[in-house]
């Protein structure tokens, strides 16, 4: 199957292990960019690998995004929480994603 790959825990995926992707949007950093935008989809948890995981001491950070055309992917999880998720946009992603719409994703969290 094919995932979608994140660097850190995000409280936003609710501890989803796969997802449907439903849509594939535009965005412009600065142009569409909010303080809400920003808390929700750049805030991770990093040291939490999973919610029965032991390691019970973590910190909440922020991904950096940077200016620019970027794409939101959004999602609907397999515990029926929706969720998005910013990445940087070229023509190639923006094609490769596209054709995943409809399809059920992986959600893989890679925590170091």
Not at 16 to 37: C, H, S, Y
Not at 81 to 110: A, H, M
Request: charged share 30%.
């Amino acid at each position: 199957m094919t995932e979608i790959l994140f660097s850190h825990y995000y409280p936003k995926l609710h501890f989803q292990k796969e997802a449907e992707l439903i849509a594939v949007r535009i965005l412009n950093k600065p142009e569409d960019w909010n303080e809400e935008l920003a808390e929700y989809d750049t805030k991770f948890r990093k040291g939490l690998l999973s919610q029965s995981s032991a390691i019970e001491v973590y910190e909440d950070s922020h991904y950096p995004v940077p200016d620019g055309k970027l794409l939101q992917l959004v999602f609907i999880g397999d515990k029926h929480i929706p969720f998005c998720t910013l990445r940087s946009w070229n023509k190639e992603k923006e094609k490769y994603y596209r054709g995943l719409i409809g399809q059920i994703l992986d959600v893989v969290v890679k925590d170091d």
